[in-house]
């Protein structure tokens, strides 16, 4: 399928469902009647580009969305992230903590084994929640405060102390591996669980984290091939216009 | 394991092959040519394992000169522009083919490239070494401590563990912990 603003925003769903989700995280309220994708990006307040760009990376696959949304504000990028951080903790994981203890209350024979998941998958929630806690309360405000401080004749002196002694660099290199644990009980429920008698609950917790897992590296690869080397780029601009001293 | 150059001059038979090869098992890489000489071309850099061939095309060089600038290995699979009757021979393709018949016959000349390691299944199970090992790592000790207690490199103690993770798919401490809980190799209450 090829993306183009005047294609129908219900044909672009029914074409790739999984598109939903960027729907969703831009805030893009369904009821679309018969407008296009370009009415609906002008009437949400959307800029056109970033949505196709968007769009055409989760649907094709192929092509890298570096450059191309590297070429947006930085702080609509900032915005989607956001709303992704908050479906996966108000949504997608309570859902999977909430179908294991289901699987745990009602499968007497497997209820050993689903304790033993549970305990597992709840160690990953609060390595999650600490991962997205940083960045909502440290790196995204910074981010937030460098782009607007940019575009300021004089910087805020606050932020400046702020900016001279630290860059996004150093988040690079703490930016934990959060796919790795999902990632193993994903194996495990895989490969050596003996599946509990309630398959089809079984199947769909897999299925979740599947999902899951892919939606993360997604969410990883937004993160550290746009944003990040976007910031970079943000830094250095601001300390050519702002020199020390 | 077996390179494939596909040598068609329609675009559609070519995206469609390369379709194909793509989810065939036992295919490592797929170019594609349209033209005569790009195709004389990139059989000398590329030097695939198979060759699917348009017999309508004419190259540069006659049969017997192309066999020679293959390797001695390879094989030509030609693709017939008409259909073919039910016995064809193996190394002949027809565009009107269905997708089980390109893919049997293309699966037979795959057969010979496959890779002999992996005809004997990997074996998953943990050595007693390694269930050893994988019993302190899941018991929370760190690599140094398994080595002093062990009394081994704790150079020895890193190589097992990736090879424990590579054998049981397993990334995370806590994810080996899970695995060893499963199997008895700790219990619950070891833990807790």
Known sequence: ?245 | MAKVLIAETSYLVRRGLINLLEHTEGVTEIKAEGHPETIMQTLKEFSPDILLLNSAITLPVNHDELLSRLHDNARIIYIINTPLPQDSPNHQISIFDTKNQLSEKIAYHLQQYRDRREEKEETEELTPREKLILKHVALGLTNKEIAAKLFISTHTVISHRKNITRKLDIKTVSGLTVYAILNGIIKMEDIS
């Not at chain 1, 899951?212 to 780029?233: A, S, W």
């Open chain 1, 1 to 245: 399928m090829h993306i183009h603003p005047h294609m129908k925003m219900s044909d672009l769903v029914k074409a790739d469902f999984e598109l939903l989700a960027v729907l969703q995280r831009l805030k893009i309220p369904f009821g679309f009647k018969d407008k296009s994708i370009q009415t609906v990006c002008r009437e949400e307040g959307i800029d056109l580009n970033f949505f196709l760009n968007l769009a055409k990376w989760f649907h094709e696959r192929d092509f890298f969305p570096g450059e191309t949304l590297m070429n947006h504000p930085v702080k609509w990028l900032v915005k989607y992230l956001r709303s992704t951080h908050s479906c996966y903790i108000d949504y997608q994981i309570p859902r999977i903590e909430s179908e294991i203890i289901q699987i745990e209350n009602t499968d007497q024979a497997s209820s050993k084994n689903m304790q033993l998941m549970l305990k597992f998958f709840r160690e990953y929630i609060s390595e999650f929640t600490a991962h997205i806690q940083l960045e909502e309360e440290k790196i995204f405000p910074y981010i937030l405060e460098l782009e607007e401080n940019l575009e300021k004749e004089k910087p805020d002196p606050e932020f400046l102390g702020k900016a001279r002694g630290y860059t996004i660099r150093d988040f690079l290199d703490e930016h934990s591996d959060i796919e790795e644990k999902l990632t193993d009980l994903r194996n495990i429920l895989l490969k050596y669980l003996d599946p509990p008698s309630n398959n089809c609950m079984f199947t769909n917790i897999l299925i979740e984290i599947f999902r899951l897992g892919k939606d993360l590296n997604d969410h990883t690869i937004l993160e550290e091939n746009v944003l990040i080397p976007q910031v970079i780029k943000l830094e250095e601009q601001f300390h050519q216009k702002f020199p020390e001293g």
